[in-house]
């Protein structure tokens, strides 16, 4: 008896389910989708941090990207930025990478929108667990939540304008609850981070002057330091 209504209630329960990952799994496809003609970008950004345990002047630096993962920041002196979050890399959260839960949905800024939640399948050091707040009207990411093992949560909220036929970003504020930075997850300086306090507060990185398609050699994002 015990068997039978198991049957039954797996006839009711998983088809809706699945139904239910296979939306969110179209709507971050859609995203992926929103990009494809995007081969590379340049742009110029603002760094304005703040918080208490970090003292730095607003750094000015040159974003490199070139699809489907290659970054590099060109900036002056030394900085301190999560690795998460902080740049746009709009081929990052390929659906066929993530197991997807879908939460919620909502609406952003007047504009319906989805909440999801994200674990990679790839094999990691550290765990990560990505929520997505997706605009399913533009097909754009506009809040990402990223939390780790440890009590590290980043969150970042990502404003856009259309340049050259693609939405890019113009401000991504990135909101940061962290325990004290480690060297592998950051790039930092001693001079401006108070070693052994938590990380609270935000940093606003904002975009322009973007040249998009220009043909990015992959010579720009080779290491110049060992």
Not at 5 to 33: C, H, I, N
Not at 48 to 71: G, L, N, S
Not at 154 to 165: F, L, M, Q, S, T
Not at 192 to 198: A, D, H, L, S, V
């Amino acid at each position: 008896m015990k068997t039978r209504w198991a049957v039954l209630l797996s006839l009711f329960l998983f088809p809706g389910m699945l139904y239910a990952q296979e939306d969110a799994a179209r709507t971050l496809d859609s995203v992926v989708k929103a990009y494809a003609g995007l081969k590379d970008f340049t742009a110029a950004v603002n760094i304005h941090y703040d918080t208490e345990v970090m003292k730095a002047p607003d750094m000015k630096a040159t974003f490199y990207y070139k699809a489907p993962d290659q970054m590099k920041v060109d900036a002056k002196g030394i900085f301190f930025l999560p690795r998460e979050g902080a740049f746009f890399n709009p081929f990052m959260f390929k659906p066929e990478d993530f197991e997807m839960t879908p939460m919620e949905r909502l609406m952003v800024d007047g504009r319906k929108a989805a909440r999801i939640r994200l674990i990679s399948k790839k094999t990691r050091k550290i765990h990560q667990d990505y929520i997505l707040t997706i605009d399913t009207e533009r097909h754009l990411i506009r809040e990402m939540a990223i939390s780790q093992f440890g009590g590290r949560v980043i969150k970042a909220n990502i404003d856009y304008g259309r340049v050259e036929g693609f939405q890019l970003p113009t401000r991504i504020e990135i909101l940061l609850d962290m325990p004290p930075a480690e060297s592998n997850e950051t790039r930092e300086s001693g001079p401006f981070i108070q070693r052994g306090r938590r990380i609270t507060g935000k940093v606003e990185i904002t975009y322009s002057d973007y040249k998009v398609n220009s043909g990015l050699s992959d010579e720009i994002f080779k290491p110049t330091n060992p």
